[in-house]
């Protein structure tokens, strides 16, 4: 198993940045595809984006196009989040997840999660 925990969140103005960050223990950070994942109060969660276990390959969905990159430091087994240009409609407590199988770009095989952390955009 992976243990996963999440740190960086917080309140932010629209427009604003703020970067995630995951850290892994347990089983070989670089075994795994790394994803974050979403869920706004009252909706359900969402797929943000993923990378792939050595980092040269990444997806995002649609909306965070452009705005938000996810990067990883296997020698620090620590997954980041980087996201600029903040909307209101980005609110929500943000997840990582471990994909053993590596699939970084479907969301259905993430099965390790970290507990989250909130992320506010104030309008």
């Known amino acids: 198993q992976v243990q996963l925990v999440e740190s960086g969140g917080g309140l932010v103005q629209a427009g604003g940045s703020l970067r995630l960050s995951c850290v892994a223990s347990g089983r070989t950070f670089g075994n795994y595809a790394m994803g974050w994942f979403r869920q706004a109060r009252g909706k359900e969660r969402e797929f943000v984006g993923g990378?792939?276990?050595?980092?040269?390959?990444?997806y995002y969905t649609d909306s965070v196009k452009g705005r938000f990159t996810i990067s990883r430091d296997n020698a620090k087994n620590t997954v980041y989040l980087q996201m600029n240009s903040l909307k209101p409609e980005d609110t929500a407590v943000y997840y990582c997840a471990a994909d053993e199988s590596g699939t970084f770009y479907s969301s259905r095989n993430y099965n390790y999660w970290g507990q989250g952390t909130q992320v506010t955009v104030s309008s």
């Open positions: 990378i792939s276990r050595i980092g040269r390959t990444t």
